[in-house]
């Protein structure tokens, strides 16, 4: 397992090079910041000064390889529009995205797993095609069109819900005014995971009740809670845990747009202010963080697979 783990590591390091390389590319093809600077009282003195400084009157290659040098030290430049360091910009926003991500996932997930089995379990009978249609909706809805519906019903109609931000302004930004401010970012993603997994989780399980074993173990008489939990979901779990494992660097795509919907204070957030602002660093930073948890959830995923399956050989 060790050098397993150890070859994928040494495998991931060139693909993420690579994934800086042409994040770098198409960075710099949508423009230089400077143009952010343009006004009537900027002379082109001041503009080329200002290249200077920041290092684009440099090759882009060059360029490249000075911001890669950096981070091999720890680096990750300052910010254009803030003149903050990136590193700490991302450590003050990763947290806020986290625990959006991590609630909505684990919801979400703890609603789709029991549902799956059920509907699985209830193929082609009412109830079946009823949990299938709610799946179709969660994953066609798109987030930003039901995180609208969220805010006109729970906070413009009914005022239960605040629509921004984390904390209320000027209140004591305790667990329970947090947890005020995530019901509704939460149970946008939440919905939009649970949509797609039930039909995963019911695929798996029907897949699993169609084996020899599981009839086996019907035919000894069991009892349906032990075959299904026992035999068929631990099978199961394998298919699953793949999509899992896909959705967690998803999530990062699906919070960029909720988190600013809601105004939450993650990276989502930070991510489309720097995109706006061409604030290269900042965007640098977050896709390098994103191809990290991408290679990342791939390998435990991997490791994942050895647990639920002692089977599988590395």
């Not at 329970?176 to 993603?189: E, K, N, Q, S, W």
């Not at 994103?290 to 991997?302: C, E, F, G, Q, R």
Request: no cysteine; proline share 5%; charged share 15%.
């Amino acid at each position: 397992m060790f050098r397993y783990i150890l070859k994928r590591i040494l495998i991931a390091i060139p693909v993420l090079i690579g994934i800086t390389i042409l994040d770098f590319a198409i960075m710099n093809l949508a423009g230089s910041p400077l143009e952010m600077m343009l006004g009537p009282k900027t002379t082109e003195a001041a503009l080329e000064a200002k290249a200077i400084q920041l290092g684009l009157d440099k090759p882009i290659y060059v360029q490249y390889f000075v911001w890669l040098k950096n981070v091999l030290q720890g680096n990750l430049g300052y910010s254009i529009k803030s003149y903050q360091p990136v590193s700490k910009l991302i450590g003050d926003h990763l947290g806020p995205t986290l625990l959006l991500m991590g609630t909505s996932l684990l919801l979400g997930l703890a609603i789709a797993i029991p549902l799956g089995i059920y509907s699985a379990v209830h193929r082609y009978k009412k109830r079946d095609y009823a949990l299938v249609t709610m799946s179709f909706f969660g994953t066609s809805v798109p987030s930003f069109f039901l995180s609208l519906i969220f805010i006109y019903l729970f906070t413009v109609k009914m005022g239960w819900l605040p629509s921004s931000g984390m904390k209320t302004a000027g209140g004591d930004g305790g667990i329970l005014d947090i947890l005020r401010h995530m019901v509704m970012p939460v149970l946008v993603l939440a919905i939009s995971i649970t949509g797609s997994n039930i039909r995963y989780v019911r695929s798996a399980v029907l897949e699993i009740l169609q084996k020899e074993y599981v009839r086996t173990a019907k035919s000894k008489g069991i009892g349906r809670f032990l075959v299904i939990n026992k035999h068929a979901l631990r099978n199961a779990l394998i298919p699953i845990v793949t999509v899992i494992g896909m959705q967690i660097p998803t999530l990062f795509g699906g919070a960029v747009i909720i988190e600013q919907i809601f105004s939450w204070p993650g990276l989502g957030l930070i991510t489309m202010n720097a995109i706006l602002n061409r604030d290269y660093p900042v965007i640098m930073g977050v896709a390098l963080l994103t191809a990290v948890v991408v290679l990342a959830a791939n390998l435990i995923t991997d490791i994942i697979y050895a647990l639920v399956d002692p089977t599988i050989k590395y």
